[in-house]
Nanobody, 127 residues
Framework: QVQPVESGGGLVQAGDSLRLSCATSGRTSSSHYTIGWFRQGPGKDREFVAAIRWSSRTTSYADSVRGRFTISRDNAKTTVSLQMNSLKPEDTAVYYC???????????????????WGPGTQVTVSS
């Protein structure tokens, strides 16, 4: 497997919850193996959402989602989930799962730090 694969996107109402999953490539023994979630809304640049270091379980969140979204890992399945609560219309975007290795903490929110990207899954939040 070269790329991670996302699943779980869909159409929901504002205030609803949605859980996204990322099936990773399983590079769990690599130094600072990190899985990040990014999103890109219509006419917008791609932005960081959340990330987790596989080994240390260190997590990072964008200010816009902190307190609403939770990123976690499932070691047995080598998957990473993004639980999204209290969804807002501005959360509407294509959500991408990305993988990287050797990422220092200060660079964890930078898209350029990640070498492997999934095809994305659409999340639409209606008002």
């Amino acid at each position: 497997q070269v790329q991670p694969v996302e699943s779980g996107g869909g159409l929901v109402q504002a205030g609803d919850s949605l859980r996204l999953s990322c099936a990773t490539s399983g590079r769990t023994s690599s130094s600072h193996y990190t899985i990040g979630w990014f999103r890109q809304g219509p006419g917008k640049d791609r932005e960081f959402v959340a990330a987790i270091r596989w080994s240390s379980r260190t997590t990072s969140y964008a200010d816009s989602v902190r307190g609403r979204f939770t990123i976690s890992r499932d070691n047995a399945k080598t998957t990473v989930s993004l639980q999204m609560n209290s969804l807002k219309p501005e959360d509407t975007a294509v959500y991408y799962c990305a993988e990287g290795t050797g990422i220092i903490l200060s660079s964890i929110s930078r898209a350029a730090s990640y070498a492997y990207w999934g095809p994305g899954t659409q999340v639409t939040v209606s008002s």
